[in-house]
């Protein structure tokens, strides 16, 4: 005896799911941007969607984009001698000031502060995107 099971609806839902990831991801960065210190544009302007094995990853590529998003000051590690690319650097406590003039939300944790304000509106594309809507 021998069943016939027809997958096709399960692989077009999980085709769907990569489309939706996508999606996802492109109203996240769309939601975050405006909380982006954007000073000459080069950290707003530099993000890249990475597709994982999973999902996407969302990466701003600016070298210094993890020490804005971190919100501290930095400095060199007290035993280096300069400034160069590749030294450690020490987090301190003082908090960074973002310029407001383009971004007048710009802040620490851009993609914290959108989900707090967008999160409910991701769910709500994930489920209908799910077929739960």
Known sequence: MTNKVDLSPLVTRLNNLNVLTNR?????????????PFLSSHLA?????????????????EPYAAYMYG?????????????????HKVVTDRPLNYNHTKHALAQKGWVD??????????AALVAHGLGAT
Do not use: E, F
């Not at 996802?24 to 982006?36: F, N, T």
């Not at 990475?50 to 990466?59: A, N």
């Not at 919100?71 to 030294?87: F, I």
């Open 24 to 36: 996802l991801a492109d109203v996240i960065v769309r939601d975050s941007d405006q909380y982006v």
């Open 45 to 61: 302007k530099h993000v890249s969607r990475i597709q994982t094995g999973t999902g996407v990853t969302i990466v701003w590529t």
């Open 71 to 87: 919100g501290k000051v930095m400095v060199k590690a007290p035993d280096t001698m300069g400034q160069r690319r590749g030294y």
């Open 113 to 122: 502060k959108a989900y707090l304000v967008n999160g409910h509106n991701w």
